[in-house]
């Protein structure tokens, strides 16, 4: 008995050194998975003030939420004076944890505007929003409870046509521990079902916040939890995982049709507000790694096993509507399918068959380039309306 005791002792003891050699071992090659979010009761989901950590999942960078939430630097919420603001509301692609925040979209934004010779002595200054996993639903009521406090001047929708559509879906979309809006007598109203969910509830007590701080502080269940996604992920050949195809084809049952009514009816609700608080809009759609793969064969194989012609139904009906309802709208898919396949560059993480993931470095900068040019080019513009309006006042007044 007695040696029994003590065999059963040794393989613990023996099991403990090796789980604490492997910690080690994590810990010195900044391999990690943390957990950055928390449950929010309006938004289903929001990024916990003061989190950090390395994210090694996709991309190498370290990961600092600041103070209010947002993976960003701090912001104060009361406006500098001579500044042009701009909100960037999106979702997994504008929060960005994937590169460095210098190398973020928003910040290349930022940076590159200050070039802008219309912004007449202002100083540019983009705050990030985005949460991963938001839809356009999230988004808007982000604009509602988080934006409107600072100020922008300026709102730039980051949609991403990979997801947002079934995002905003709660009979398309798996995840619904988020809020969804539903029209009801031609009204959208939102629906918060999921806070009186058992599974929400019990992600807000003291086991779920005991259990999150282990995860955070224990590289090992990091890696554990990270192998089961990895085994109950399915992977569905050229289509990329956490996406849908269907997006990219023009709506054929009342499932996707709805879903393309909800976003419509959420994206101009956002318009509508924004221009209540006599700020700008712009929607910008981003790119899946399908639709700017390098290699047209690649793109061609998607498409002919679709019954497509191209894979950009989703961001041209954006466009339509923004050409129907009076906001900027930017596709950066052709933008950047054209920019892939003339430098046979990759511009989303997965380098493999059809270039899936996140933006890289080289996607997040181009993105940021583009946009600059098309705020700055809007503002040029709007600048040249303001001035010719100002002279005709004065023939009016001095003739």
């Known amino acids: 008995m007695r040696a029994w005791k003590h065999n059963i002792v040794l393989m613990l003891g023996g099991v403990l050194i090796a789980l604490l050699l492997c910690e080690i071992v994590l810990r010195m090659t900044s391999i990690s998975w943390p957990s950055f979010y928390q449950p929010d009761t309006e938004l289903g989901a929001s990024l916990i003030p003061g989190a950090e950590g390395w994210w090694t ?20 919420h009361t406006k500098p004076a001579h500044t042009l603001r701009i909100a960037v509301l999106g979702d997994s692609f504008a929060e960005a944890l994937q590169v460095p925040m210098e190398e973020a979209f928003w910040s290349v934004l930022e940076r590159e505007l200050e070039g802008c010779p219309s912004l007449a002595g202002r100083e ?21 409870h988080r934006v ?33 809006f539903v029209f009801k007598n031609r009204e959208l109203i939102p629906d918060f079902t999921f806070r009186n969910s058992a599974r929400f509830r019990s992600m807000q007590t003291w086991v779920a916040w005991w259990k999150h701080r282990i995860k955070n502080a224990s590289r090992i269940y990091q890696l554990l939890s990270q192998v089961r996604a990895i085994v ?64 047209p064969a690649v793109r061609q194989s998607l498409e002919k096993r679709l019954g497509v012609s191209h894979l950009f139904y ?22 950047f399918q054209s920019y892939a396949q003339e430098h046979r560059a990759f511009l989303h993480f997965e380098n493999s068959e059809v270039g899936t993931g996140h933006w890289n470095k080289d996607g997040h900068h181009l993105a940021g380039t583009l946009i600059t040019q098309k705020l700055c080019g809007d503002l040029l513009r709007k600048t040249s309306s303001s001035s010719s309006a100002a002279k005709r006042q004065v023939n009016v007044n001095h003739p």
């Open 57 to 76: 999942k996709e991309g190498n960078a370290y990961v600092r939420i600041n103070s209010a939430g947002l993976r960003d630097r701090e912001h104060a």
């Open 124 to 144: 540019p200054e983009v705050i990030n929003f985005g949460v991963s996993g938001y839809g356009s639903a999230q988004e808007l009521l982000m604009l509602r």
């Open 148 to 180: 409107w406090s600072y100020d922008p001047d300026i709102v730039l929708l980051a949609f991403f046509p990979g997801n947002d559509v079934r995002n905003n879906s709660r009979v398309l979309e798996p995840e619904d521990m988020r809020p969804f």
């Open 232 to 295: 109950t992920t399915r992977r569905d050949g050229l289509i990329e995982t956490g996406l849908d195809s269907m997006v990219y084809v023009e709506p054929r049952d009342q499932a996707w049709k709805e879903a393309w009514e909800v976003t419509d009816g959420l994206v101009l609700r956002m318009r509508d507000e924004v221009k209540a608080k006599g700020a700008d809009f712009l929607v910008v759609t981003l790119s899946t790694g399908s639709q700017v793969h390098p290699d």
């Open 314 to 335: 989703p961001d041209f009906h954006i466009r339509d509507l923004g050409q129907r309802e009076g906001f900027s709208v930017l596709n950066l898919g052709p933008l």
